[in-house]
């Protein structure tokens, strides 16, 4: 069995063990909260996690662009949400076609967006569209309740199209803040005699939080594998980060500098409120610089170690940039690899 010893550098680790204990804790925590899971899959854009997900209980996945809801439906994932304004004559026709595959629902939050689904889809096979809300997030979304309510008015008047809830992702540590608007929502909807058939919110470092009314749905991602930013954010601790980065020491041009072969096209630039570029596990050294090819790691006193040629690991700031930097990944055991596999959404960002 070759074991990490025998790997080129850089290369994504992904620790199988971890990620089914994160996998298994968050459905527990799900099913004891009372809502569906619906897991983003942008974290780890791999068929065979995304169809784990679905086997411990996710009631089906979250995806953010038409590409990589069509590398899952390909594998075979049956109920896919792509919670996203899906604009164009090209983009709208593959829609259609995917619609006609699997159970599929999307999101909006303009008439135009509304015009261009009513506009290629019919009563036969009609498009699920839930209401994107801006709860506090600053992204997309409509700005007030009433505004949610004239779009699944409008919605209500295309045959081709079902309104299917309202979704939002909220700011962070704005849970509180973000189910009171949602709460505002579903008392004005049911006010006009318009049921809400589910609630989705989304974001990992506040999946553990209590589910509260009237969210039906959440969609974490990074839970899978975790990273610094999780770390930092409590969610969860380093010993359940699945997911490294596997470098080598290239260069020590001075005794308080190490540099290593993972630079931006490896590691993420994302800071994300914390110094360095990912932590060197086992130590509390961060990775302070990055160039395309090289990352810096300064050391706060005169040292040996690590050595040219000594192998790092790095656990990254944000875990799902890193999957898009990568072909494939690798899977193991302890030190054992148990396979090399590739990343099947990687570079699906249309």
């Given at each position: 069995m070759p074991t990490i010893a025998d790997l080129d550098t850089p290369a994504v680790l992904i620790d199988i063990d971890r990620v089914e204990a994160n996998l298994?804790?968050?459905?527990?925590?799900?099913?004891?909260?009372?809502?569906?899971?619906?897991?983003?899959?942008?974290?780890?854009?791999?068929?065979?996690?995304?169809?784990?997900?679905?086997?411990?209980?996710?009631?089906?996945?979250?995806?953010?662009?038409?590409?990589?809801?069509?590398?899952?439906?390909d594998a075979g994932l049956a109920d896919i949400f792509l919670p996203y304004n899906i604009l164009g004559a090209r983009k709208l026709a593959r829609l259609k076609a995917l619609n006609e595959r699997v159970t599929l629902s999307v999101t909006a939050d303009s008439?135009?967006?509304?015009?261009?689904?009513?506009?290629?889809?019919?009563?036969?096979?009609?498009?699920?569209?839930?209401?994107?809300?801006?709860?506090?997030?600053?992204?997309?979304g409509v700005q007030t309740p009433?505004?949610?309510?004239?779009?699944?008015?409008?919605?209500?008047?295309?045959?081709?199209?079902?309104?299917?809830?309202?979704?939002?992702?909220p700011p962070l540590h704005g849970v509180e803040k973000s189910n009171a608007w949602l709460s505002e929502a579903v008392a004005l909807f049911e006010q006009a005699g318009i049921a809400v058939p589910r609630v989705s919110s989304g974001n990992s470092p506040d999946m553990w939080a209590p589910a509260a009314a009237p969210v039906t749905e959440r969609r974490p991602g990074t839970y899978i594998y975790y990273d610094r930013f999780q770390v930092k954010e409590r969610a969860a601790g380093l010993d359940d980060c699945a997911l490294s980065v596997l470098v080598t020491v290239v260069s020590r041009p001075t005794a308080t500098r190490a540099v290593i072969d993972a630079g931006s096209k490896s590691l993420t630039s994302d800071l994300l409120g914390m110094e360095g570029f990912g932590l060197v596990m086992g130590t509390d050294l961060t990775v302070k610089g990055l160039s395309e090819e090289h990352g810096v790691i300064e050391l706060p006193v005169a040292s040996d170690w690590p050595r040219v040629g000594e192998r790092l690991r790095i656990i990254?700031?944000?875990a799902c940039v890193i999957s898009n930097l990568f072909d494939s990944v690798t899977l193991i055991s302890g030190d054992e690899v148990r396979e090399v596999v590739p990343v099947a959404a990687r570079g699906r960002v249309d």
């Open positions: 298994q804790r968050a459905q527990a925590h799900a099913t004891e909260q009372g809502y569906a899971l619906r897991p983003h899959i942008k974290t780890h854009k791999l068929p065979r996690f995304a169809q784990r997900q679905v086997e411990l209980g996710a009631v089906g996945i979250t995806v953010q662009k038409l590409g990589e809801a069509e590398v899952m439906a008439p135009d967006t509304l015009f261009g689904y009513a506009a290629t889809f019919t009563a036969g096979k009609p498009l699920t569209v839930l209401i994107e809300c801006d709860s506090g997030g600053g992204r997309c009433a505004q949610a309510l004239a779009l699944a008015r409008q919605i209500a008047l295309a045959p081709g199209l079902r309104f299917g809830g309202l979704m939002t992702y990254p700031n944000h």
